[in-house]
């Protein structure tokens, strides 16, 4: 059996560990392992008891923004001793292809860097390490020809799409009903929003529209499911706009789909990304979505996917959520988001063959 490690921040609920364990789920396991070198890890939130029910490995390393050298030799040690042929780092940035170098010090013959972003906030930190690319990295892989440009520029990429589980999140009308019901929002029109919560998420602008929202829609409700740094931020804003009855902050769940089948409309803001997993099982999900022309065109997969600017007004964004939501019936998207070639089972058959 052949044994993959994979190399990320964490493994706490997030767009790229969401896919990570998307794909992780379905592979034939039989042939091939999935291993994971992290900085930080906390059992009560992240995904690492489930890897090793299913007979991965976790290994926990020093950060590298505090202590760089020790990660390194972390990385390489670990690869050496696990006698790992293939390391794969995600990353929004190019900066983490130091940890790639460490695979290959390490013996790693297979070293694959996957871009899950089209921009970041370390911007000279990318710049440079980006010139590493066409030297370390032995494949190089995107998540959408956006992310792929973005990153590795006239290099040669191959796109892997963010594939879901679209059976999962399917629209279903029982489990629609049934989370309306415990959750108290039958008779609300619901907007919900996926993401952590930080600055690229955009949640300043996003609590701004729903208040918005609120002065045309009253009953109008709202759910923000994610976990991060700007959650206290997030809490003052909506006490200020008096909407502490009316935004839900969820915290990390792990039962996402079932959670997106109350939503009438999703909303996402985003100042940038790669390619969200969370507007496509939006969209698995029968659910139309107003999100940010900063996001690639190739996420709109079923025609459900409505793009504004976030330079327009909160209200502009607003009175295009309402109309949106206003009267839609939701039906089936499977089709649609599985031909797109967002089918997990279809993914994950690359990796099992790397």
Not at 43 to 52: F, G, P, Q, T, V
């Amino acid at each position: 059996m052949k044994r993959i490690v994979h190399i990320v921040g964490t493994m706490c609920p997030g767009g790229i560990e969401t896919f990570l364990m998307n794909i992780y789920r379905n592979l034939d396991r039989s042939k091939v392992q999935f291993d994971f070198i992290i900085n930080y890890r906390d059992d009560s939130r992240d995904y690492c008891k489930e890897i090793e029910s299913l007979g991965g490995k976790v290994y926990l390393t020093s950060r590298k923004s505090r202590h760089p050298f020790k990660n390194f030799n972390e990385i390489k040690n670990i690869v050496k001793e696990g006698g790992y042929q293939v390391a794969i780092r995600h990353s929004d940035n190019a900066f983490p292809v130091v940890d790639l170098l460490a695979a290959k010090k390490g013996g790693a013959k297979i070293r694959i860097f996957q871009s899950h972003s089209s921009n970041t906030k370390l911007k000279l930190l990318h710049k440079y390490f980006r010139t590493w690319m066409g030297k370390v990295p032995t494949m190089r892989i995107a998540c959408s020809d956006n992310a792929g440009k973005w990153m590795f520029g006239n290099l040669d990429y191959t796109v892997i799409k963010n594939a879901i589980d679209i059976k999962k999140n399917e629209y279903n009308p029982d489990i629609r009903q049934q989370k309306l019901e415990e959750w108290k929002l039958t008779g609300h029109p619901v907007y919900a929003h996926v993401g952590s919560y930080s600055p690229v998420k955009n949640h300043k602008y996003l609590i701004s529209v729903f208040n918005e929202i609120v002065k045309l829609q009253p009953e109008a409700r709202l759910l923000c499911i994610g976990e991060g740094p700007l959650r206290s931020e997030m809490e003052t804003q909506i006490k200020e706009l008096g909407l502490e009855d009316k935004i839900i902050l969820t915290g990390i769940r792990h039962d996402v789909p079932d959670l997106l089948q109350m939503a009438d409309l999703f909303i996402f803001p985003s100042i940038y990304e790669g390619l969200p997993l969370s507007v496509i099982e939006a969209q698995a999900a029968g659910i139309r979505c107003l999100i940010s022309d900063a996001v690639t065109t190739e996420v709109d997969v079923t025609g459900l996917v409505t793009f504004m600017s976030i330079n327009e007004a909160p209200a502009h964004w607003a009175k295009k959520a309402v109309n949106l939501s206003a009267g839609y019936t939701k039906t089936s998207t499977y089709q649609q988001v599985a031909d797109a070639g967002y089918d997990v089972t279809k993914v994950a058959k690359f990796y099992e063959e790397l």
